[in-house]
Every structure is written in C-alpha cells, then in structure tokens.
C-alpha cells in the first residue's frame, strides 16, 4: 500500500525502522511546523534522528476528508484546562496533532515579523527582547520562503521590505473587500499573499485550485505542510518519524544529562527510546507540560526550569473577526482564507495611546465556523441564524491578528486532572491587561471602518484569540528565560527545545514562518556544533553560518522545479 | 558613402554564398526594398495571427469569456489567418479582405485596449493602486500587441506582389509618382523605413511593460526574466534612432532587433519548458499550456524585432 501525501506525492518507502534500545543521535518530540523541518536537516546532515508524534501519520487520500466536521481528527482534542479572566478556546485553531502537526491546517499566512518584534523592550519599554536580531534570521526567512515556498506580491512593503519566490494568488470577494476598503481609508494593502500556498506547480505538488478548504488539510497539496514539504525528504534520508507516540516524559542520567524520552505507543505501552540529544518540538501547551511532567530529583519543579519561567509569558494573539453584509455576492469560502492583509499598523504609534500594534488579515470561515461566529457576534440562533446562514454568500469577514504582550500571569501548569494516558494535563491560564485591550478595541474599531469603506451595509465584530506562543522563553539570561538563543535549556546541554513556545514576543504576524525559520537555523547550529552536544557542556554561542545545501530536493533550483 | 545594410548583405552573399543561394538572397532583398512581398508578408500575417489567436483564446478562456466581446478577438484572427492565406493566392484579396478585416482587428485591439483599461479600474482600489492591479488585473497592453499581425496584415494590403518587380508599368509608374510622399505611395515601393521604425518603437513599448509586469509579477525568479525588461529600451532607442538617421537604420537597429528576436526565442524555448515541467508536463498539454507561462507571449517580443529587422531592409520615405 503506498502511503500518498496529496494526489502526486508519495511517502519514500521503507521508512528506517530504530529500535528503543538503539542510541540515536536525536529524539525529537513532536513533528509539526518546527519539528519536520529539523527531523529533515539533521537527518540530511546524517544524524539517526527519531521523530515521536503522539499523532497520525497522516495518509492525506484516505485520512483527510473536505469537510468542515471531519476535520476534527487534525486537532489536539485531549483534555486540557483553561482559565483566566479571559479564557482562551484550546483546540483547533492553536493546536494540531499528528505528523505536520499544525501546519497541517493553519491557513499559511507566512509574513516575517518585522525587524522591531525582535527588540520590543528596547523600543517600547514593554514585553522583551530577543537574544537574537531580525537580521540573523532574515536569510533564513528566505531559505523557508524557497523552500515552503511562500507566494505573495513581489513587495511587500512593510517591516524589512521583501518579495516572494511566487507570484501572488488572485483575489477572492473577500480579498477584493479588504483591498477595496483599505484603498478607500488611503492605508495600503498587498493582495494575494503572502501565503504558503503555491500559485504555481512546484515539483510534485501541484497549485492551489481554489476551493477553499485550506483548514481541513489541502488535499490538493498546494498548501504548504511540513508533512509534505519536509518529512518526506527527511524519511528519504533515513530519519524514523514513528506517529502515536505520546511522549511521557524525558529522563535524565546522573550526570544531568539527557538520556531518551519515555513514552507510550498506540495500545499504551510504554517504550523508552534512547538518544544522546532531546528537542522538544511540541508547541506551547505540550512542550512545557512535558517538560514539567519530567520533574525529577534535581528538577523538582520541572526539566530546566531553574528560572521557575517554564510555562509562563503565554501569548495569544488578538482574532478578533469582523464580519460584513454586503448586497453583492462575496463568497467567503472561495480562495484561500489568507490572501490579503495590511500591516500599516504593526508598529507602535504613540498617539493611539498603546504600545505595538496589529495586522488586517482576510479570513475566510466554511460555513460551521462562519454559524459559531456569528452566534458570538450577533446572538444568532435558531430562525435568526437561519436567516443569517442563508446569506452566507453575501458576508465578508477580516481579521484583527493584534499583538498582546507577553505576561507572567500568562501561563501554562499542571492541572490535577489526568488524560487517557494518566499523564497530568496542562492547565492554561489567560488575562488580557489594559495595553492588550486598548489595542483590540482599537484594532477592532479600525476593521470595522475598513469594512464599512468597503461598502459593507451591515457590521458585526466577534472576539477571539489566535495562535499561541511562548511559555518556554528563549533569552540570553538563565535567571529569566529557559533556553539559550539556540533553543538549548540553559540548565541541561543536551536538551532543546525549538517550536512557537520559544519565541519571547509575537508581533503581530502569523507564527508559522518563523517558527520553521528559527528550526532551520538551530538545525544548522546543532550540525556545525556536531558531537559536542552529545559529549560536551560547553555552550558555543556562536552564529553557525547558513546551510545552503540542506534544502529538500526540489526546492535549491529557482523557479519551477525539475520532477525527476 | 554610408553603410547600407542591403546592399551591404548583397555583397557579401554574392561573395561567400553559391550561385543559387546567393541569387535567392539577392531577389529577396530586392523585393523587399522594392515593396514587392505581399504574399510571404500575407502568409506572415496568416502565421501570427493564428498564434495570437491561440494566445487571446486561452487567456481570455481563463477570464471565463465573462463578456460576450471577449470572442471577438478570437473571431477575429481567425478570419485574418483566412485572409491572410487568401491574400498570399490574390492580389484582390490581400487588398480588399486583408485590407478590410486588418482595420477590423486593428480597431478591435484598441476597443479591447479601453476594456482592459477598464477592468483595471474596476479591481478593488482601481487605479489609486495601479501597481497592484495592473500586476492582478487584465493584461493591459495585451489587446494592442494583438494588433501586430493586422498591422502587418494592413501593410500587406498595399505593398506590390513578388511577381510585380520587373513589371515595365509598375517601372513607369515609380518615375511618375517618384515625388508624391503619400504614405500608400511609400508603402507601395518600398519606401517605409521610418513608418515601419516607429511602429517597432511602439510595439517595442508594449510588449516590453506587459513582458516587465508579467515577469515582476513572479519577483524575476529567473535571470533571463530581466532580458526582455532590459532590451526594450535599447529597442526602442534604436527604432527613434532609426528614424532621425539613416544610418541608425542600417546598424544599431538591426543589430538590436536581431537580439530582441533571438531573445524572444529563447524565451519561447523556456516558457515552453516551464509548461513541461509543471506536473503531468506533456501529458497534460491544455491543462498545463493554460495555467503555464503563457506560451506565445515571447513570441510578441520577438515579433518586434522582427519589425525592426524588416525595417532596416526598407528603403526610407520619399521627402
């Protein structure tokens, strides 16, 4: 049976088979956005990396369904608990499980952050500061924007100026709605990405063929998952992804340091799989549950968490979604939910009273998510919602993605509830303060107006949260952050950590891209530093130089790529 | 005593070439300095119109043919390339359908030019934002490049036929009409050198901005995306050059139409490849050919350097 990623794509097959007694190089928990990219890099520069997925691996003919309700199985649906004063929603939107993880169905918006995200206390006096500039992760930006590869306008005029490796997907009626609006306000606009969705074929995948169910999984292939981008090159250089693998917890050796990662396979047996590194790839809820369900003598309040910081500094960004009635047919699932946005306002402006800002983005819900926002937004139900649903086509909606700042009360613990495995579960705690809050209402207010420029008779605006980052803080000092600039714990050398919780701000840009960016350079790190992780404490902070040779197959060539 | 490149070419093809080729070559350059290739310029005419047809077919199918005028093109040329082929048997024909269904086209291409333009206005933000949707909107130039062939199609329709050159009347006639500067005059003997340069200026300017948005459009990831953008204004240098001097007309002009058509074929060569390159390749050859890079597009530029070829073969206007 041939394992097929998207109607072109097969899975290279026989994958590598490790046993639990074997000593690979790297365990990497979690294969998802950060995860696939550095399973392929390490496994290309020749190390034996294992990747655990506590999820599927995904076979996208016959596991994927285009359906909005089918698409539950892509989430993390185990139990989680959540609190705070504002309560965030855990579940699709902020998680993924299974091979590819998230990047199976965000909605590829790809723009970079900009310049000033990285130096936010610098600048601002709030939130933190990166240990690193935008300018040691701009080339990589480029390498993942090839590789992904990213369409989008060939400039986009916001934080460091930049063009796209493809061209820009034509609009849909919501795109045409923000670009209409904005023109009007005299704010500009880019149309047609920047998005991780081909216009064009690349390789074996074949383009985007607009028909909108990008959140379900894109069976088509067009839209960029590391599932399809990554871990099949990865598998062709003979890393082992093993899928319903549910990391338990990572154990330590006398000596401090890593030794493999517990963890339980399908029917709930427990494996222990040694390796000489660990990187914990599990995205802001699962990679600091894990590590505070790996507390052990030495450890007691958590694997490298000396600076008590682990599971604090949460971040969600602003979703807030406005929606408008228009007399003319919109079409809102036609193209890409992402394929139009402004960042005009990204950066702080002092006289809007607050610090940072936010992005306009399109959004475009199917028809389910588009009835619960709209139950939120106007109290829709029953005949009511009848009515509104029937004019469905006529509705346009665009999204605030605000920047809220990263805060200690923001946090993920341990709740005294257990999962089906009876591991602890994490308990996510989430308050807004009054900067993130001038900045919705503003953003919000600001949304609004642009859709009523773009002529919408009708304008109703619903609150919500999207993405979530931080929680495992990278920093140049150990006393208040939990890994170095490299995604190395500052307490224990040969444990890492690389995904969204790492990231110490957020902008107000979409996270995907950078997280694969920041992947590919700890890989490149990790590579140039060779056997010294396995056997050295020695931390060698130094900036490794990009790899250009590390590419998936496909994509080193510019342009439309050979298949063969 | 100025460079001419006739003559110049004469010359040398009596010297290297063998007696029969060099002949050939000596009789076409005749006929084209003496304004006597109406049938090759109507088969010309026949060949591009059917790729241009080809062309607007399949862009204007990926518009959906969304207005019913968007057939007319398509119509249109095919009734050229008819015309076209028919002008190459008659003489009557080149000069009455030709003639007649050239302006038709030629009208049709810049009615198509102000829809265009339209259709960019009509894209969110319209024209306050032309960058964006000149790149995202209809192809502005496209429907005058369109016009190329029954341009040429309306000068076939007043040149003299191949078999007219040594014709005694048509001898007498050019001593009669030797001081008239009317433009069916000039084009009748020949004589259209500085004509046939500007509208080589002009088309130059066309394909080269739909060549530079079209390729700025995909960021230039090819080098070779840049040559066109880069030769247009070269191309067009040569041609107002060719106008003002003689000997422009001679060298530059042909030297740099001669780039421009080689490189148009060699962009023909890539888009070509990069249809077969996309997934399913030849196998699927509509398919691919309509959502590749457009096929003929190339061959517009390089249409252009063959206009200021054949003008640096013309003998300059009458004064």
Known sequence: MTHRLGPMQTLPSPMRKFADHDVVDYCIVGVGSAGGVLVQRLARAGFRVVGLEAGPFWDTEKDWVSDEKGSHELYWNDLRITGGTHPLALGANNSGKGVGGGSVHWAAFAPRFHPSDFRVYTEDGVGADWPMSYWDLKPYYELLEREIPVAGPAWFPWGDPHGHPYGPHPLGGVGDVLVRGCTKLGIRSVAGGPVAILSGSHGDRPHCIYRGFCLQGCKVGAKASTLITHVPDAITHGAEVRAHSMASRISLREDGRVEGVLYLDREGKEHFQRARAVIVSGYAIETPRLLLNSACPGHRHGLANSSGTLGKYLMAQAGNVVAGRFEELIRLYKAPPAHALSEEFYETDP????????????????????????????????????????????????????????????????????????????????????????????????????????????????????????????????????????????????????????????????????????????????????????????RDLTEPGIRYDLSPSYTRFKGNPRIA | MTFVLTTELERSANRALPAPLSEAMTSILEHLREGCFQRS???????????????????????????????????????????????????????????????????????????????????????????????????????????????????????????????????????????????????????????????????????????????????????????????????????????????????????????????????????????????????????????????????????????????????????
């Not at chain 2, 038709?104 to 030019?113: E, K």
């Open chain 1, 351 to 538: 006289h809007r009273g607050f610090a940072r800002g936010f992005a306009v983005q399109t959004v475009g819900p199917l028809p389910v998510a588009f009835a619960k926002q709209m139950t939120a937004a106007m109290g829709a139900w029953g005949w009511g919602m009848r009515r509104v649903m029937m004019d469905y086509n006529h509705w346009a909606t665009l999204g605030v993605l605000g920047e809220i700042l990263p805060w200690e009360d923001n946090r993920v613990e341990l709740a005294d509830e257990r999962d089906q495995h009876g591991l602890p579960v994490a308990k996510v705690t989430f308050n807004l303060h009054d900067n993130d809050k001038k900045l919705i209402q503003f953003g919000e207010n600001k949304v609004m107006e642009i859709m009523r420029a773009a002529g919408a008779k009708q304008v109703v605006q619903e609150s919500r949260f999207a993405h979530l980052v931080g929680a495992v803080r990278m920093g140049s000092d150990p006393s208040n952050s939990v890994v170095d600039r490299f995604g190395r714990t500052h307490d224990i050398p040969n444990l890492f950590v690389c995904d969204g919780s790492i990231l110490p701000t957020q902008g107000s840009a979409n996270p995907g891209l950078t997280i694969q960016a920041l992947a590919a350079r700890t890989a490149d790190y990790l590579i140039k530093q060779g056997d010294a992780v396995f056997f050295s404490n020695r």
């Open chain 2, 41 to 319: 310029l109507c088969l010309i005419v026949s060949v591009t119109s059917v790729a241009s047809g080809l062309e607007v077919g399949y862009e204007h199918y990926k518009g959906s043919y969304s207005n019913p005028v968007m057939y007319t093109p398509i119509l249109l040329s095919g009734s050229l390339a008819v015309a076209g082929l028919l002008g190459a048997f008659s003489g009557v024909a080149a000069r009455t359908a030709l003639r007649l269904i050239s302006i038709v086209t030629l009208a049709d291409g810049i009615i198509g030019f102000c829809f265009h333009v339209r259709g960019v206005a009509r894209k969110p933000g319209g024209w306050s934002i032309p960058v964006t949707n000149i790149v995202m909107g209809p192809p502005l130039f496209a429907p005058l490049l369109f016009g190329t062939s029954a341009y040429l199609g309306l000068m076939a329709s007043y040149l003299r036929r191949e078999e007219d050159l040594n014709r005694v009347g048509d001898k007498l006639g050019e001593i009669v009409e030797a001081g008239s500067s009317d433009w069916r005059t000039n084009l009748r003997y020949g004589r259209f050198q500085k004509h046939l340069s500007f509208v080589t200026v002009l088309w130059a300017f066309f394909s080269g901005f739909e060549a530079m948005y079209s390729h700025y459009k995909t960021n230039f990831r090819y080098k070779a995306q840049w040559t066109p953008v880069l030769l247009t204004p070269v191309l067009i240098a040569a041609g107002v050059g060719a106008i003002k001097s003689r000997r422009i007309a001679n060298t530059v002009l042909p030297a740099v139409s001669a780039l421009a058509l080689a490189d148009g074929a060699v962009g023909f060569y890539y888009h070509a490849r990069g249809i077969a390159r996309r997934p399913g390749g030849m196998r699927k050859p509509l398919y691919n050919t309509l959502y590749g890079p457009p096929i003929f597009a190339p061959l517009l530029f390089a249409a252009c350097g063959f206009l200021g070829l054949m003008a640096s073969l013309l003998r300059r206007e009458k004064r």
